[in-house]
């Protein structure tokens, strides 16, 4: 059997591992580089995710596959420290001392957040699809909560569209980020980054036959004499990974519902100093070109790099704006006090699909694994809902890969 898989991300590349045992496989992805949102940039001496990437303790499918790639002793658990940063000054947020101190909530709105974040992971989410997220958190937690905790936070995931997300993403998103102890969350990455995960991924099918073809977008997609051709070539099968929008784009297929989807513009730079008190994950409460100031040398060690590195994370709707690279790197230089000879190299990240917008009413739009004959999986599938994540790709490449091995046996 000859299948097609378009996207060379995580879910392609995990489908593609079982697929491959039986089947001759094709990868298509339409980068130079394999990994999608999880690619990375190769700086001298190391390599660095070109968007920040961490793991959660329950990710058991990805230590599965670390474990299988002979690459679980690279996994390390590091302190996920937490700040806001409001009205020009970094707060911040990890301990339960540093949570009592933050001047910006009260003690009653403080532990009415705690009672939210001990319930959360009990609370039922498919009944918060239709909820939206402000709209609970007012409710139960009042405007204060909202304006001065939780709108930052949205802000800095769903940028202009953040009053369209449901309370089921927003619960789901608090119970995961709960277990943490008084020094604050631990959190998993890889040491050497993330990227080896890719690179094993495609040594492991490379090994076992599949072909891999990158610089290669699919540009065309039809159904036609029992077969699936894509860019003109036939296959049996085709798993398309990308969102069903792109797909109704290159078959002309207006019957595959487009998803809310955001972009993600993302950039990185290296620099002689750290800017958020040794915090690793600043929320900009204040308003800047970017909602989230990621500190990747407060999370790995500095050691490992020779310098700082730092994101600057923003989403955007349709377009990124223009000179978006110039206005975040002068507004973070401006804000933080840094002389421009202070970043010694700088790169902006853009991904018109970096993650789907969970409005309310998502669960079902959720499109099924087979679809008019053609398979679907990705950051859309019902495992990376309420939130995408590695974990939730590794588990939809697997049940896409079983349900078309299935398909073959019929
Ligand atoms: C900013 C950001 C931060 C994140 N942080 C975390 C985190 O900390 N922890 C976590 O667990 N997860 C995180 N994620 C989520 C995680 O990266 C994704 O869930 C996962 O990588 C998605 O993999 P995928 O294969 O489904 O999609 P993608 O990575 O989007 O892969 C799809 C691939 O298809 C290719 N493609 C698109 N169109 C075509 C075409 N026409 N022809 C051929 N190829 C095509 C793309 O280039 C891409 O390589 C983050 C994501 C982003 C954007």
């Known amino acids: 059997m000859d ?6 991300g995580l879910t392609g590349l995990v489908a593609a591992l079982p697929l491959s045992e039986a089947s001759e496989v094709t990868v298509l992805e339409k980068e130079p580089l394999l990994g999608g949102c999880m690619a990375s940039y190769q700086r001298d001496g190391y390599w660095i995710e070109q968007y920040y990437h961490h793991c959660f303790a329950g990710d058991s499918h990805l230590f599965s596959l ?10 390390e658990w590091l302190k996920g420290s937490t700040g806001y940063y409001v009205e020009g000054k970094v707060h911040p947020l990890t301990s339960p001392m540093e949570i009592l101190r933050y001047p910006h909530l009260s003690f009653i709105d ?57 309370a089921a993403w927003l619960i789901s998103r608090i119970a995961i980020r709960s277990d943490r102890g008084v020094e604050g969350e ?18 492991r099918l490379l090994s076992k036959g599949c072909a891999i ?31 069903p929008q792109e797909i109704k784009r290159i078959s002309g297929d207006e019957t595959f519902a487009s998803l809310p989807y955001q972009g993600a513009a993302c950039m990185t730079l290296g620099l002689d100093r750290d800017v958020t008190r040794g915090i690793y994950w600043v929320n900009m409460k204040d308003q800047a070109p970017y909602g989230a100031v990621v500190t990747h040398t407060n999370f790995a060690p500095r050691e490992r790099y020779g310098e700082d590195i730092v994101y600057l ?23 933080f006090s840094v002389p421009k ?49 590695m974990e939730g ?11 078309i091995m299935e398909g073959q046996d019929d």
């Open 393 to 403: 790709s590794i588990i939809a490449g697997l049940e896409v890969a079983d349900r």
């Open 110 to 166: 403080k532990a009415r957040l705690g009672v939210l974040t001990l319930r959360a992971k009990g609370l039922d989410l498919s009944s918060l699809d239709d909820v939206p997220a402000g709209e609970y958190i007012r409710e139960h937690l009042g405007e204060r909560v909202y304006t001065s905790f939780f709108e930052p936070l949205l802000r800095s995931k769903f940028g202009d569209r953040r009053d369209e997300v449901s």
């Open 3 to 8: 299948i097609c898989i378009i996207g060379g």
């Open 66 to 75: 670390l474990d299988d790639l002979g690459l679980k002793d690279r996994l």
């Open 186 to 203: 631990r959190l998993g990455y890889l040491n050497g980054g993330w990227h080896l995960l890719i690179d094993s991924l495609e040594e």
């Open 213 to 243: 073809e990158k610089g290669t977008p699919a540009i065309s997609l039809e159904h036609t004499g029992g077969k699936w051709l894509v860019n003109g070539r036939a296959y049996d099968v085709v798993l398309a990974t990308i969102p």
């Open 313 to 335: 994370a923003s989403y955007f709707a349709g377009q990124p704006a223009p000179d978006l690279k110039e206005t975040m790197l002068s507004d973070f230089c401006r804000r």
């Open 341 to 389: 000879t202070a970043v010694h190299w700088s790169e902006l990240a853009v991904e018109r699909f970096a993650g789907p917008v969970y409005t309310t009413g998502f669960a079902r739009l959720i499109p099924a694994y087979e679809e008019r004959g053609l398979y679907l999986a990705g950051m859309f599938s019902r495992p990376n809902y309420p939130e995408r994540s």
